[in-house]
């Protein structure tokens, strides 16, 4: 069983920072891609930013050179930095990890999503 826990929401004002955390728990598979999502009511979900196992990190254009993303423990830990939040990053932000088993019986590549966490920016 594999559960995202993600934590460290709130609500700030703008110009403050925040950190978010994921926590991956489970056993024997193997985390390749984890991402940071985010979404408002009435829109859809979108990528916000992603590191591989490998520590590439890439990031949508309207947070890049304000969020830091990194990983800890082959991705079982996944921290979203926000700095210089702004209005427009209020939303519900949701970690979601990439990964494939150990055993051949569960072959492929499995998307687990967390439950999401709230930011709210005010100004």
């Known amino acids: 069983q594999v559960q995202l826990v993600e934590s460290g929401g709130g609500l700030v004002e703008a110009g403050e920072s925040l950190r978010l955390s994921c926590a991956v728990s489970?056993?024997?598979?193997?985390?390749?891609?984890s991402g940071w999502y985010r979404q408002v009511p009435g829109r859809q979900r979108e990528l916000v930013a992603s590191i591989t196992r490998r520590g590439t990190a890439t990031y949508t254009d309207s947070v890049r050179g304000r969020f830091i993303v990194s990983a800890a423990d082959a991705n079982k830990m996944v921290y979203l930095q926000m700095n210089n939040l702004k209005r427009e990053d209020t939303a519900v932000y949701y970690c979601k990890a990439d990964l494939s088993f150990d055993s051949a019986y569960y072959e492929g590549t499995y998307t687990y999503w967390g439950q999401g966490t709230q930011v709210t920016v005010s100004s």
């Open positions: 489970g056993n024997s598979f193997n985390i390749w891609v």
